[in-house]
């Protein structure tokens, strides 16, 4: 039986409230990465894809950035990759509720109805990956 995914709420990176509850009813990936992470940018494509091509379906994408220089940083980043979902700056309140994983990318696939459905560590290859969010979404 899959897990309760914990609720958050955490600021995106013009200073916005974003939280889960917003996304009741969608397919989450919730991937928490930082910029200076080489397998979490490795998978920086895959995710714009995915979101690309499933975003109509309900798919919503939320990068979790573990930046510790700022959400100005990040922005940059963020627009030199030409990452089309959401962004949001973690603090360790969150990274504790998912389990205080140590390493990233740790990436959590959520259920329309909230649960943890997969929770995985390291790059994963985007068409694996691609089979866990198409099962999810349907």
């Known amino acids: ?9 955490l600021k995106d990176l013009d200073g916005h409230e974003v939280s889960s509850d917003q996304f009741k009813g969608k397919v989450v990936v ?9 397998p979490c940018v490795e998978e920086i494509p895959g995710y714009v894809a995915l979101q690309k091509k499933y975003g109509a379906d ?8 573990l930046d510790r220089t700022g959400p100005a940083r990040v922005k940059q980043f963020v627009q030199a990759n030409a990452m089309n979902y ?11 509720a998912f389990g205080n994983f140590s390493a990233i990318p740790t990436t959590f696939l959520i259920s329309r109805d909230g649960r943890i459905l997969n929770q995985k560590t390291g790059a994963a290859a985007p068409e694996e990956y691609e089979k866990l969010v198409k099962a999810a979404l349907n």
Not at 1 to 9: Q, Y
Not at 58 to 65: Q, R
């Open 58 to 65: 309900g798919l919503v994408i939320v990068g979790v950035s």
């Open 30 to 38: 919730l991937d928490f990465w930082a910029t200076w992470c080489g």
């Open 1 to 9: 039986m899959a897990l309760p995914a914990p609720a958050w709420k």
């Open 86 to 96: 959401t962004i949001v700056m973690g603090e360790d309140e969150i990274v504790e």
